[in-house]
Every structure is written in C-alpha cells, then in structure tokens.
C-alpha cells in the first residue's frame, strides 16, 4: 500500500498525477448517503453500526475516482464513549447532557479502552479494508484533544468559547487535565486504528486557529504533538503518515509545519506558494479549495482547481482536498469536474522526475 499516489504524495515521492479525497467525502450531499441514513434511527446509530458505517465510507469512493476512503465515523465518538451523554440533534448539531465544566465532573471522566469502548471504528475499518483490497488507503482520524474539549465543556458546537475560554483563563490546570485525559485517550485509539488497518491518520483541529498565539502552542499543538511523538514511538519504523489540519491555522503555520506531522491541511485562506516555501521540502501539504467553489458554474470550478494546482507548483507533496468539509447542499455531479479537472491539469505539474526533496 506504501507505493500507493496518496501515501507516495506525503513522503514527497514522485507522482503520476496529485492525488485526491475531500473531507466530508461521505455524507449528506450523497443521495445514496441520505437513504442509508434515513434508514436508522440517529447519525450516532449509524456510526456505530460497522456495516453501514463501512459501506458509507465506500459510497464516495465507488462513485468517485478518489485517492483514499476516511473512515465514517465523527470526532465526537471518544467523548460519547466517556458517558457524556451525546445526542445529535437534527439541524442544531451536538449536544451533551453532561458537559465538564468541574473538578467534580473530570473527576469522573473515565479511563476508556478504545479497543473495546470504541472498537466498531475498529470494524468499520476492517470491513471496509476487506472491500477495497489495498486499492486505495484508508484514513482514520480523531479530533484534537483542544477541538474536542471545546464540544465537551461547551455542551453543544462552539459559537463564543466563552465557557471554554472561562476555564482556560480561570482554571487552566483544569483545562490542562482534560487535554491530558483526551491525548490519552486519541494515542490509544488513533494506534488501535492503525492496527485495524488505518494507513493514513488525520487530526482535525477545527477550533485551533481562535485561540491567540501562545494559547495556541500551549492548549493545542502542544497536545498534537505529544500525539505525534508517541504515535512514531509505539509504531516504530513502519510509521503510517499523519495529517495535521488546524481551520485557520494560517498565521502560525511555521509551528505547525515544525510539529512533527507528515502533512499539513490548510484551509483556502492560506496561499499554498506562501505555504510551501515555509514548508523547505519538509511536510507534505494538503489543501486547499475553498468548499463553496463547488456551487459555481463549470468553467470556474476549473478555474478555481488550476489556480490551487498553481500556487503550490510543481513536483510531489501535495494533497489535493477542500479547505474544510463538503456542503451538505452541494450538487453531487459538481464533484466530478473538480475531479475531472484535477486528472486534466495536475499530470503536467509532475512531468518531470521532480522529487520534492
Ligand atoms: O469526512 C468524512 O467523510 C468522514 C466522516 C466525518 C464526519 N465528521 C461525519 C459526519 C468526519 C471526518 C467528521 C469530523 C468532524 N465531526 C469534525 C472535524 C472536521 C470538521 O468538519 O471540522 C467535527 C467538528 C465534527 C463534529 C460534528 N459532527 C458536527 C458539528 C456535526 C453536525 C454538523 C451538521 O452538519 O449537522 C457532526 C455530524 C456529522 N458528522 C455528519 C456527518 C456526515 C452529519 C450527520 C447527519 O447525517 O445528520
């Protein structure tokens, strides 16, 4: 699977052609995504019932000419798995019954075993494994310990961040155990995805870029890294790729690109060129479409895809994807001139032996 384009692409290795998938791939702009999911009770019911959760993960993949299937499942499964008490309410986004905003309350946070706790993710990506057959790579991914912490002390999808932000400034050992706890919890079950069959791991950290600076390193990347560091101890010398994406990430991007990630996401307000000259040939860099691109007419999307494929230039290491998640309302058939864009124009930036390194 090593010698597969995606996989290839991050290690900076020679390319045919710039490999392609799109974060929220799988999901509601799919027909064949919405009939499923009209079929079980609740989006959570249907990330844990491996068989279905395996099959949306290959309804992209088998409509598409896409370079990896991620793995159908959510950010929010490792606080559920901890008792939150989760529910997903239709139109309105997450809710927990039981938001950590005490001593008290993470206190009682438990100690979960991902294998057990959290093991459909781990038959989702075996099922789905056995379906692909090693044709394209398969991502598994988790939340950063910070991204996921702003949805279990906010109770509910982050506006303000105020009672996030109350507890960082007023009490931020508190804050420091919970991200402690969740980096715990990420090593183990991002290492138990890779042992189901995982080849590539990304880390989304949708909220990072509202914290300032300092906060940033501190309550962030630091904990990212720390996942990193112990993922490439437990792994050793077959480590599989890590994708590192922080939404507005921009300004401290020259952290980031020296976090230790193999891949580094960027949403569309970063300029690839820019992003790449940061980056000396070190990190792979995967990016960067703006989602909403895709309501435009054909002759821009095309447009939109040769100026992405331009800015970062010629040779190997990049990744090509949206800036952030698909649009539930987007027209389906709108992917495939992205697609068909992408295989007309990348070839030419990979014509010559050009080797990123
Ligand atoms: O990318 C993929 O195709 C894989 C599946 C995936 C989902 N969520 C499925 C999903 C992935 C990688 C995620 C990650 C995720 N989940 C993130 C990080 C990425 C990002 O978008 O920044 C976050 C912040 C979440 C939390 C989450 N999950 C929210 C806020 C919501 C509700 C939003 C909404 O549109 O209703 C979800 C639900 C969710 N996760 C859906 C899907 C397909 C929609 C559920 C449905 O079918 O109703």
Same mark, same amino acid.
């Given at each position: 699977?090593?010698? %597969?384009?995606?996989?290839q ?6 390319v045919?052609r ?7 791939q799988?999901?509601?702009?799919l027909?064949e995504?919405r009939?499923?999911?009209? @079929?079980?009770?609740?989006?959570l019911?249907?990330c844990k019932?491996p068989?279905?959760?395996? &099959?949306v993960?290959?309804?992209p993949? !088998?409509?598409y $000419?896409l370079?990896a299937?991620?793995?159908? @499942?959510?950010?929010l !499964?490792? #606080?559920d798995?901890?008792g939150l008490? /989760?529910?997903?309410?239709e139109?309105e986004?997450p ?6 905003? @005490?001593?008290a ?6 100690q979960?075993?991902?294998e057990?706790?959290?093991g459909?993710v ?5 099922l789905?494994a056995?379906e +692909?057959?090693g044709?394209? #790579? ?7 310990p910070?991204? &996921?912490?702003t949805y279990m002390?906010?109770?509910e999808? #982050?506006r ?6 109350r507890m960082?400034?007023q009490?931020p %050992?508190l804050l420091?155990?919970?991200?402690? %706890?969740?980096s715990?919890?990420i090593i183990?079950?991002l290492?138990?995805q890779?042992?189901a069959g995982?080849e ?5 950290d !949708?909220?990072?870029g509202v914290l300032?600076?300092?906060d940033f390193l ?9 996942i ?5 101890e437990?792994?050793g010398?077959?480590?599989? $790729?890590?994708? +590192?994406f922080t939404?507005?990430?921009g300004?401290? /991007?020259?952290d980031i690109l ?5 891949c *580094?996401?960027l949403?569309? !307000?970063?300029?690839?060129q820019?992003?790449?000259? +940061?980056?000396?040939?070190? *990190?792979?860099?995967q990016?960067?479409l703006d989602p ?7 002759e821009?999307?095309v ?6 494929l331009e800015?970062?230039?010629n040779?190997?290491?990049h *990744?090509f994807? +949206?800036?952030?998640?698909m %649009? $539930?309302?987007?027209?389906p ?6 697609l068909?864009?992408?295989?007309t124009l990348?070839p030419?930036?990979?014509s010559e032996? @050009?080797?990123?390194?």
């Amino acid at each position: 699977m090593t010698n %597969h384009r995606l996989i290839q692409a991050i290690q900076g290795k020679a390319v045919d052609r710039t490999p392609v998938w799109l974060m929220r791939q799988a999901g509601r702009y799919l027909p064949e995504y919405r009939k499923i999911r009209s @079929s079980v009770k609740d989006f959570l019911t249907l990330c844990k019932t491996p068989e279905l959760a395996s &099959i949306v993960t290959l309804q992209p993949v !088998t409509r598409y $000419p896409l370079d990896a299937a991620i793995i159908f @499942s959510d950010i929010l !499964t490792i #606080p559920d798995a901890y008792g939150l008490g /989760l529910s997903f309410i239709e139109g309105e986004g997450p809710r927990f019954l039981n938001p950590i905003r @005490s001593e008290a309350a993470l206190q009682k946070l438990p100690q979960i075993d991902p294998e057990e706790t959290l093991g459909f993710v781990m038959e989702t990506i075996r099922l789905a494994a056995k379906e +692909l057959r090693g044709k394209i #790579p398969i991502i598994g991914f988790a939340g950063s310990p910070w991204t &996921i912490a702003t949805y279990m002390v906010e109770g509910e999808s #982050p506006r303000h961040f105020s009672i996030i932000k109350r507890m960082m400034y007023q009490s931020p %050992h508190l804050l420091h155990a919970l991200l402690s %706890h969740l980096s715990e919890t990420i090593i183990a079950y991002l290492f138990a995805q890779i042992k189901a069959g995982a080849e590539v791991i990304m880390l989304f950290d !949708t909220w990072g870029g509202v914290l300032s600076h300092p906060d940033f390193l501190q309550f962030s990347l630091n904990y990212m890294k720390n996942i990193l560091q112990s993922l490439a101890e437990k792994q050793g010398d077959k480590a599989v $790729p890590i994708i +590192l994406f922080t939404k507005n990430g921009g300004p401290y /991007l020259s952290d980031i690109l020296n976090s230790g990630a193999d891949c *580094v996401g960027l949403d569309w !307000t970063t300029n690839l060129q820019v992003a790449r000259k +940061l980056s000396q040939g070190k *990190v792979a860099l995967q990016g960067n479409l703006d989602p909403a691109t895709l309501y435009a007419p054909k002759e821009e999307i095309v447009k939109a895809v040769g100026t992405v494929l331009e800015q970062y230039g010629n040779g190997s290491g990049h *990744v090509f994807n +949206l800036g952030h998640g698909m %649009h $539930p309302d987007i027209d389906p058939d709108q992917v495939n001139i992205l697609l068909e864009a992408l295989n007309t124009l990348s070839p030419e930036y990979h014509s010559e032996r @050009s080797d990123r390194l």
